[in-house]
């Protein structure tokens, strides 16, 4: 079995500049699911990050795998 990785995404929101993160989690079929993300954010019906004050779907930046996270 492929060893699992956890991925780390920037996301920032358009609206009001919120910074915060995204960690997925790969699972066995090699799927990523979303395992957490930063206070201020929440994950939408369609999988994507929102800002929760704006509403506004937030910008996602380079994912890093967290081996990669030195
Ligand atoms: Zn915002």
């Known amino acids: 079995m492929a060893k699992r990785e956890r991925f780390i995404t ?8 919120l910074n915060g993160s995204a960690t997925w989690k790969e699972r066995e079929n090699l799927e990523t699911t979303i395992e957490d993300v930063s206070d201020g954010f929440r994950i939408g ?15 996602m930046g380079k ?8």
């Not at 920037?10 to 500049?17: L, M, S």
């Not at 019906?45 to 910008?59: H, I």
């Open 63 to 70: 994912t890093l795998s967290r081996s990669e996270l030195k």
């Open 10 to 17: 920037p996301v920032t929101c358009p609206e009001c500049a």
């Open 45 to 59: 019906p369609d999988g994507e990050m929102y800002c929760t004050k704006c509403g506004v779907k937030a910008v």
